[in-house]
């Protein structure tokens, strides 16, 4: 349980710290989730939605949210 409890602890620390960082940049946690995946498909950094869904095992609204969202912002272009 010491263990485990220490983890906990540990990922509470790293969240909260993540999230400062995104804030800084006008991100949440799902828009960097989205970015993230981005950049990990290689150049030229471009998945349709369903690709993207595929990937990050989120519901079509919850995408669909993301995506408007990174759009409105500018740091996401849709097609």
Not at 40 to 63: C, I, K, Y
């Amino acid at each position: 349980m010491a263990l485990i409890g220490r983890l906990q602890l540990v990922h509470k620390h790293m969240s909260q710290g993540m999230s400062q960082t995104f804030r800084r940049y006008g991100l949440t946690d799902a828009g960097f989730d989205v970015q993230a995946t981005l950049l990990r498909s290689g150049p030229p950094h471009t998945l349709t939605p369903t690709q993207l869904l595929e990937q990050m095992l989120v519901t079509p609204g919850s995408m669909t949210s993301r995506l408007n969202s990174l759009e409105k912002q500018g740091l996401i272009r849709g097609r």
